[in-house]
């Protein structure tokens, strides 16, 4: 079945360093979302992106889609101990395009 | 506040046991989702439902049921519970089934089986 698989798992740094997270689907996608969701909190919508090669930036954040609509990645430049939590990324997937989660990529950042 | 509640916040229970997720969704929204969340499982959809009537499954476990009630509010049923299924239940709504538009998660049910 349709995988998301993102990269790294787990990435610690220290505040101000920069940080990103790459996700790759193993079919088209029409679209990708990202969420971020703080430890012990629910996952909260960030952005959508739908068009080849599509970036968008939101303050510190880019993020990116592949040409190919398989992949994505997300940038957040000079890291701050806000961003911490767990960075997915979703597709729709099937014939009713419920979402496929990514693996997701924790973030700790270290003041 | 996304807008979704449900209900319990916690629920601690024996295994064997059954019990009932409850999910509101934002107002006017169609569409309920309900995924797991276990450490090493990620988010893993169930179950979705689309004004009352079941739209797709996921790995939902035979023992796992759910339902949309007219007023679109869904419960999401896990019986014979067993130890694995210990993890963080959400439900999410959006308005409808079309592939552009973000999901709004509730907050989710923490299930604890002992």
């Known amino acids: 079945g349709q995988q998301v698989m993102q990269i790294p798992q787990y990435q610690h740094v220290q505040e101000g360093e920069d940080f990103t997270t790459y996700c790759n689907s193993s079919?088209?996608?029409?679209?990708i979302q990202w969420y971020k969701q703080r430890p012990g909190g629910h996952p909260v919508f960030l952005i959508q992106l739908v068009k080849s090669g599509e970036v968008k930036k939101q303050k510190r954040l880019t993020f990116q889609f592949g040409e190919a609509k398989k992949n994505s990645s997300l940038h957040i430049t000079a890291t701050q101990t806000t961003d911490v939590g767990t960075y997915f990324c979703?597709?729709?997937?099937?014939?009713?395009?419920?979402?496929?989660f990514g693996t997701g990529t924790l973030l700790a950042v270290q003041p | 506040d996304s807008g979704v509640t449900q209900t319990p916040k916690h629920l601690i229970t024996a295994t064997g046991q059954r019990v009932t997720l409850r999910c509101s969704p934002r107002s006017g929204d169609l569409s309920v989702y309900w995924y797991q969340q276990s450490l090493d499982q990620g988010l893993q959809f169930l179950i979705q439902y689309y004004n009352g009537e079941e739209r797709a499954k996921g790995n939902i476990l035979e023992r796992f049921s759910a339902q949309q009630f007219p007023d679109l509010h869904s419960e999401l049923n896990l019986s014979s519970l067993e130890l694995g299924d210990s993890a963080l239940y959400f439900c999410?709504?959006?308005?409808?089934?079309?592939?552009?538009?973000?999901?709004?998660f509730g907050p989710g049910t923490r299930l604890t089986v002992l």
């Open positions: 979703a597709g729709p997937g099937g014939a009713t395009n419920k979402l496929i």
């Open positions: 999410a709504s959006r308005p409808g089934t079309a592939s552009v538009g973000t999901q709004y």
């Open positions: 079919t088209t996608l029409s679209n």
